[in-house]
C-alpha cells in the first residue's frame, strides 16, 4: 500500500471554466464541506492505481479541491494484483449497497474460463475473497 499524493486546488482557479457566479458558488460549497469535516481526515482507497480509468481521473480531478478548502485528505492505493481484481469490485458492488448477483462467483468463473493456469476457476485470491474454497 502506498499514498498518492495530492496537490491543493483553489477553486478560484475553475473561474475561468465556471465564470464568477458558479465558481463563487462552488467555493461556497466547499467551505461548507470543509466546516462539516473540520477535525477530521477523508481517506480514500483504491485497489488499483494505472494512472488512468474513471476513478483515477475523477480522484485525481476533484480530490485537489478539498485539499484547497483546508480538508485533510489521504489517497491510499492498495495496489492490488490483476487477479485480485474481481473480489475488489465484488467489496466495490457492496459498498454501494447492491447486494451483487446470487451467483457472482459462478459469473467470474465463467469469465475467466481461459485464464492461464485458472483450471476454469478464478484464482485462489479470488476463492479467498469469496469465501469458497473451490
Not at 476533484?62 to 483546508?70: K, M
Not at 469490485?89 to 468463473?109: M, N, Q, R, S, T
Request: hydrophobic content about 40%; charged content about 25%.
Amino acid at each position: 500500500m502506498y499514498r498518492i499524493e495530492v496537490p491543493g486546488y483553489e477553486a478560484d482557479r475553475l473561474r475561468p471554466a465556471l465564470g464568477p457566479r458558479r465558481a463563487a458558488v462552488f467555493a461556497a460549497k466547499l467551505g461548507l464541506a470543509a466546516r462539516a469535516l473540520a477535525g477530521r481526515r477523508l481517506v480514500n482507497v483504491t485497489g488499483d492505481d494505472r494512472r488512468k480509468g474513471g476513478v483515477y481521473e475523477v480522484m485525481r480531478s476533484v480530490l485537489p479541491y478539498l485539499v484547497g478548502a483546508g480538508i485533510e485528505v489521504e489517497w491510499l492505493n492498495l495496489g492490488t494484483p490483476p487477479e485480485a481484481r474481481p473480489a475488489l469490485e465484488y467489496f466495490h458492488v457492496l459498498a454501494h449497497g447492491i447486494p451483487p448477483a446470487e451467483d457472482w462467483y459462478g459469473l467470474l468463473a465463467r469469465e475467466l474460463r481461459n485464464w492461464p493456469g485458472s483450471a476454469g476457476l478464478p484464482p485462489p485470491s479470488w476463492r479467498r475473497f469469496s469465501g469458497r474454497t473451490t
